[in-house]
């Protein structure tokens, strides 16, 4: 059973047989692959769960190439069982894909555990797009043709560094509650870290991992459920080597905040070559950090002053954006305000004349905008353009290497995006000292989570951080993410060097653009290296874990 410990038998916990080692000094064959049909149905509704507790997964085993060297590795697909941390009794079965390397020796072989954000997204998308061993190829920025599709050896795949954990939250995927638990119960910031901090113990002590260095990757609502889930872990004596943080949203309040928009709207209209200002740019990171500084220094106030109007920031605005200054008074100078629908203005201004909108996710994707399309809602399912794109490409490459590739079989819908997890997810949170942010204007909550990544590298000094961000994402705009990490509560000029903040000429989804993937796979390599070769800080980790279990 995969989720089974070590044992002389030769089953290794994550599903792998101590294949081709020597018996009597003969040679054993291969150990064969082991495909799993799972009868249960996992229902995705919010007062569904399930009774069975069974932990079963396949097992396959593959072979590839990242920079000219062989890797013979192992997948399991299936489930694990969360517990709860106070009766112990099981209360989620959570669905989870594995990919470690064959002989590796565990106490210096890392594990990174993946998920993507939502709330209410399983880990398909940063699974076959980023740095798994497989990737679909796309036609990114442009439209990925419907099928025949391609699933490709990915040469960028982390697996040369770092086993990968792809976990499904609970109503994604094939998750869901155990009984008399219901998949709400798990629908919720602090509940939903909980669920996974209790998961991902469960694989260490499947998998004899507990001495393993340890990694998350979480992007977009991911991010913030890192911040929350590594002072989880660090509380329950599972201390973190590092976290990347791909698309950050660290503070709710200021999501959709025009101040930290406008560098990404100046780099969607250098795209584009939309800017009023001759000559162009050379390229984009230099004139993102300048439309950054004005954006700080001047449209700021610009705004606060409004109706009131400085007209030479005016022009500036517009030279930036693309948008004529007419349009910019309209919108009250708010490059962040949105029609009656909630849409964004300015993606579907910017090219309104050749009838087109930008894509949120990713602004270098465009798509038609006029006659019945324009009246679809992009925030709908997979209507924005950067979705639409790529949508059809993932669901079914995801199908297809989930039953041929990976050998798991049911009979239950697969749950790719749970749009009910979303609206029924509590944004209350308790951070680390006790307290919550309050709410909004609309008395909704206002989720604020840099306080918790905060109080976790200064609890672990030697925690490494990467802030990974697209400049063409308006979802989670890279400027706002620089300024939520400069405000977040953290004094200390030694541990705030662990912090890394790094960008990508991508949108949301970095590893979709190949150049930024690769890059990104490097800064990747160099914090997985800082983070694991200094001897003195794993020994510090391994005896903070140490001392916090004890205590526990």
């Known amino acids: 059973m995969a989720g089974s410990k070590h044992n002389p038998k030769g089953n290794n916990g994550d599903g792998r047989q101590d294949a081709g080692k020597p018996t009597n000094d003969k040679p054993v064959a291969t150990a064969a692959d082991r495909p799993f049909f799972d009868p249960v149905a996992y229902g995705n509704g919010p007062d569904d769960g399930v009774t069975d507790t069974s932990e079963n997964a396949a097992i396959t085993h593959h072979t590839m190439e990242i920079g000219g060297k062989t890797l013979d590795y192992t997948a399991a697909a299936g489930h694990l069982v969360a517990v709860d941390s106070g009766s112990s009794l099981p209360e989620a079965k959570i669905f989870y894909v594995a990919f470690t390397l064959d002989g590796a020796t565990h106490e210096s072989r890392p594990v990174t555990f993946f998920y993507n954000g939502g709330p209410g997204s399983s880990s398909v998308y940063v699974l076959l797009g980023s740095f798994a061993p497989k990737r679909i190829k796309t036609a990114m920025p442009d439209f990925t043709p419907p099928a025949p599709y391609t699933l490709e050896d990915n040469p960028d795949s982390l697996l040369d560094i770092s086993d990968l954990v792809f976990i499904n939250p609970v109503g994604t995927g094939y998750s869901a509650a155990v009984a008399p638990r219901r998949n709400r119960d798990f629908w919720g910031v602090d509940q939903d870290a909980r669920s996974l901090a209790q998961f991902i113990k469960r694989y260490l002590t499947a998998n004899d991992r507990w001495n393993s260095p340890k990694f998350l990757f979480g992007e977009s609502y991911g991010t ?329």
């Open 224 to 552: 913030a459920r890192s911040a929350v889930l590594s002072y989880v872990l660090h509380e329950d004596g599972v201390d973190l080597n590092g976290v990347t943080l791909q698309s950050s949203i660290l503070d709710y309040a200021r999501a959709g905040n025009p101040v930290g928009l406008l560098p990404t709207c100046a780099c969607d209209a250098w795209y584009h070559n939309r800017l009023k200002i001759s000559p162009r740019p050379a390229e984009p990171f230099a004139f993102s950090r300048q439309a950054a500084d004005f954006s700080s220094r001047h449209y700021a106030g610009a705004l606060a002053r409004f109706p009131q109007v400085d007209h030479a920031i005016l022009a500036t605005l517009a030279e930036y954006t693309g948008i004529d200054e007419k349009t910019l008074l309209g919108w009250s100078l708010d490059v962040g305000a949105s029609n009656s629908r909630g849409n964004s203005l300015f993606l579907v201004t910017l090219l309104q004349s050749r009838g087109l909108a930008l894509g949120s996710y990713d602004g270098r994707v465009t798509a038609v905008n006029t006659g019945i399309a324009a009246d679809i809602d992009p925030n709908s399912g997979g209507n924005d353009p950067s979705m639409t794109a790529v949508n059809g490409a993932y669901t079914a490459m995801w199908n297809s290497y989930l039953n041929e590739g990976l050998k798991f079989t049911s009979n239950s819908a697969f749950t790719d995006l749970n749009e009910r997890a979303f609206q029924y997810w509590d944004f209350h949170h308790t951070d680390p000292t006790g307290a919550e942010k309050g709410v909004n204007d609309k008395g909704a909550p206002i989720l604020y989570t840099a306080g918790d990544l905060a109080a976790t590298m200064s609890l672990n000094v030697d925690l490494k951080v990467l802030s990974a961000n697209g400049i063409y994402d308006f979802v989670t705009p890279f400027y706002q993410t620089m300024l939520d990490l400069e405000a977040m509560p953290l004094l200390s000029s030694s541990i705030r060097q662990n912090l890394a903040v790094k960008f990508y000429p991508s949108g949301h989804m970095i590893y979709l653009n190949g150049e930024a993937r690769a890059t990104l796979k490097n800064d990747l390599t160099a914090m997985y290296r800082q983070a694991t070769g200094d001897p003195a800080a794993i020994s510090r980790i391994r005896a903070l874990q140490q001392r916090k279990t004890a205590i526990s």
